[in-house]
Nanobody, 121 residues
Framework: VQLQASGGGLVQAGGSLRLSCAASGRSLNNYGMGWFRQAPGKEREFVVA???????YYSDSVKGRFTISRDNAKNTMYLQMNSLKPEDTAVYYCAQSRGGTYYDPTSYAYWGQGTQVTVSS
C-alpha cells in the first residue's frame, strides 16, 4: 500500500486548504483512515479519523473547522481545513488503520510521506 499526501502550503490565518491522500495498492473502502500532524519539537498528534463505515472522529482542536471525507471511486481521502490558525502549522500525515483505537498512531499500518501546512498570523 502506498499513500500519497498532497495539498499542503502556506496560508494566512483564517484561510483554507484541502489535503488529499491518494492510495494505491489497496482499496480504501474497507479500512479506517486517519490524519495526524506533527509540529517541530512535538509528538505526532491525532487530527481526525474516518471508519470504514463512514463514521468520523475529530480532535477537539479541529472540530467544527476541519472535515474529513473519502471518495471510494477515486480511492482518495480528503481533509478540508477551514478557519486555519497558526497553531495548525505542522506536517500532516495520512494513514490507513489496521484496527484498534482510532486516535492511537500505533493503530495505523501504512503512512503517507506527509505534506507541510504553514499558517501565518
Amino acid at each position: 500500500v502506498q499513500l500519497q499526501a498532497s495539498g499542503g502550503g502556506l496560508v494566512q490565518a483564517g484561510g483554507s486548504l484541502r489535503l488529499s491522500c491518494a492510495a494505491s495498492g489497496r482499496s480504501l473502502n474497507n479500512y479506517g483512515m486517519g490524519w495526524f500532524r506533527q509540529a517541530p519539537g512535538k509528538e505526532r498528534e491525532f487530527v481526525v479519523a474516518i471508519s470504514w463505515r463512514g463514521g468520523t472522529y475529530y480532535s477537539d482542536s479541529v472540530k467544527g473547522r476541519f472535515t474529513i471525507s473519502r471518495d471510494n471511486a477515486k480511492n482518495t481521502m480528503y481533509l478540508q481545513m477551514n478557519s486555519l490558525k497558526p497553531e495548525d502549522t505542522a506536517v500532516y500525515y495520512c494513514a490507513q488503520s489496521r484496527g484498534g483505537t482510532y486516535y492511537d498512531p500505533t493503530s495505523y499500518a501504512y503512512w503517507g510521506q506527509g505534506t507541510q501546512v504553514t499558517v501565518s498570523s
